[in-house]
């Protein structure tokens, strides 16, 4: 990761929790691979970032003590509003960085963005994500807590949706997911994992199991048993 983009993403970070926020939001995506590293001292676990989507979940229901015009907040440090998808929900995009929010879809759902006024932006909704919400830890980054989605639930989350993206992501997603599995295995957590996976649908856990099956993971697949 470049250095560049590294002290970005950290001055993002200092930003919102200056203002009341980082505390009301999660951090998911693959940024959260180097978040872990703290939650993981004790194993070999190493992280390589190689993704500029610095993706926040905002959990239901939305509930902010203060109010932040966002792009007011961050506009010094060069980011620009950019509208993205057909619908266009809103994204502050950097050369180096973009950061996006995405709200859990419940019920039917719906293709149009989700209204975040405590922000000044709006949402993407997606399915699944209330999965990530439902457990999570905290981790330092440097002298910020973050939020975070507990790491089996971050990895189980990723064979989910991998058999749903593009090829390539959907690989990344499946590697992802190993790495942070095979951590928490080596970790002592492997009732961890299970006490995760068995609160997932019947649906998501084959998914899951196919996954891991297509690439040979024997070793977690038993965990899941």
Not at 192 to 216: D, G, H, V, Y
Request: net charge positive; with cysteine.
């Amino acid at each position: 990761m470049e250095k560049k983009q590294y002290e970005l993403c950290r001055e993002v970070l200092r930003r919102l929790d200056q203002c009341g926020l980082l505390n009301n939001l999660i951090m998911i995506g693959s940024w959260c691979l180097l978040f872990y590293k703290d939650y993981f001292q004790q194993s070999s676990y190493r992280a390589a970032i190689r993704t500029r989507d610095l993706d926040f979940l905002i959990p239901l229901p939305q509930r902010f003590a203060v109010k932040v015009d966002l792009h007011d907040l961050l506009r010094d440090l060069g980011f620009v509003i950019n509208f993205k998808g057909q619908d266009g929900w809103i994204t502050l995009q950097h050369p180096d960085l973009i950061i996006e929010f995405l709200i859990p879809e419940r019920g039917r759902g719906t293709h149009k963005p989700v209204l975040v006024p405590d922000l000044g932006v709006n949402a993407q909704s997606l399915r699944f994500l209330d999965f990530l919400a439902t457990d999570t830890i905290r981790v330092r980054f440097h002298d910020l807590i973050l939020r975070v989605p507990h790491p089996a639930n971050f990895a189980l989350h990723k064979l989910i949706i991998a058999s749903r993206r593009q090829s390539d992501k959907g690989e990344r997603d499946r590697s992802q997911a190993v790495q942070v599995l095979q951590a928490l295995i080596q970790s002592g957590e492997k009732a961890t994992i299970r006490a995760r996976f068995s609160k997932a649908p019947a649906k998501w856990q084959t998914c899951i199991r196919k996954n891991l099956a297509e690439m040979k993971e024997d070793n977690i697949l038993a965990v899941l048993v």
